[in-house]
């Protein structure tokens, strides 16, 4: 239970805030639906529901992949979080059907909805709730690549590091754009359905969102697939490639290879040295080289071989061929 605890304060923090601030969202969203019977309020409330639920599955899976190997995993739990994360997609899944069957049901029968007033207060507080939210985790973003950003900056940034960000706050990141984008389009529709006889509008929002749910079910989907199989991170192969050859140790590179594992990063790496070294030359070389490499973000772990030098530049040629 110790073991536990501590792992759990080592979740994406990210997806902790999210799930509860989105706990909290879809239970007033509920209960505004309930009170309202309004369409585009039940998308926001499944949609609510969905992401804390699913970030929820994602901080303990975050977690839960730092758990340092055992005899039996001896490489370590690192891919657990792509494993949760591609279970937690499930559950968005079936609450994006959900939402657009909803909105086909309304676009077919409309209803006029009640409560205008409590819809638009309580849509507007998910709004700037979710914008908290995705603030919060485009500032993780900004943070794990290293980059220095301030106010609107950060969310230019945030865009540019996406690719490299951890898995957990990249879930949170696009969970909370499309909410906060879908919480925007449920506004304009409650307006239009209170000001205009188109009492459909609720409906056809009710699908965007769910359509916009499913986009990013099949972008997580696809990430973590990738991930869960091991991924290579050829943009952390190339920058590792010249870290190494600016060794002036170093003859060439035959190989290497940057596996991701969740959150983390394996790096294998097969180098040409002089073969008249001695031993204790050659491991100098390999402390100098895993110091060096351990410093970049994410890496875990570094494995070195040696061969004799070939008189080949392969790294050079590699390039070129790229």
Do not use: C, Y
């Not at 979740?11 to 309930?34: P, Q, W």
């Not at 950060?154 to 909370?176: C, H, N, W, Y």
């Not at 030098?309 to 070129?320: A, M, P, R, S």
């Amino acid at each position: 239970m110790t073991e536990l605890f501590r792992l759990l304060k080592g979740g994406n923090k990210s997806a902790l805030l999210a799930a509860i601030v989105n706990t909290i969202i879809s239970i007033i969203k509920g209960i505004a639906f309930f009170l309202t019977g309004n369409v585009a309020m039940f998308a926001e409330t499944m949609h609510s529901l969905g992401d804390a639920a699913n970030q929820l599955f994602v901080f303990i899976g975050s977690a839960l992949s730092k758990k340092a190997p055992t005899d039996r995993f001896p490489n370590g739990f690192g891919r657990l979080v792509n494993l949760v994360l591609l279970g937690a997609v499930l559950i968005v899944g079936i609450m994006s059907f959900e939402t657009i069957k909803e909105g086909f049901h309304h676009i077919i029968h409309p209803t006029v909805s009640h409560g205008f007033i409590i819809n638009i207060v309580v849509l507007g507080a998910g709004v700037i709730l979710e914008s908290f939210v995705l603030f919060k985790a485009m500032k993780e973003i900004v943070h794990s690549v290293g980059v220095e950003a301030k106010g609107f900056g950060i969310v230019i940034q945030s865009m540019r590091g996406f690719s490299k960000a951890k898995p957990a706050t990249k879930l949170v990141f696009l969970e909370d754009t499309v909410a906060t984008g879908g919480g925007l389009l449920a506004i304009i529709a409650v307006v239009i359905s209170h000001f205009t006889s188109f009492h459909q509008a609720e409906g056809i929002a009710s699908i965007l969102i769910g359509v916009m749910m499913f986009i990013v079910v099949g972008k997580v989907f696809l990430d973590n697939a990738a991930g869960a199989l091991g991924e290579a991170d050829e943009e952390m192969e190339d920058r590792i490639g010249k870290i190494v050859m600016n060794d002036p140790s170093v003859k060439d590179i035959q190989d290497v290879t940057v596996i991701k594992e969740g959150e983390d990063l394996h790096v294998e790496l097969e180098i040409e040295v002089d073969p008249t070294l001695t031993v204790a030359e050659a491991d100098d070389i390999k402390d100098r080289l895993e110091q060096r490499i351990m410093e970049e973000n994410g890496v875990v772990d570094v494995l070195i071989e040696f061969d004799e030098d070939d008189g080949v530049t392969n790294w050079k040629e590699d390039k070129e061929k790229e």
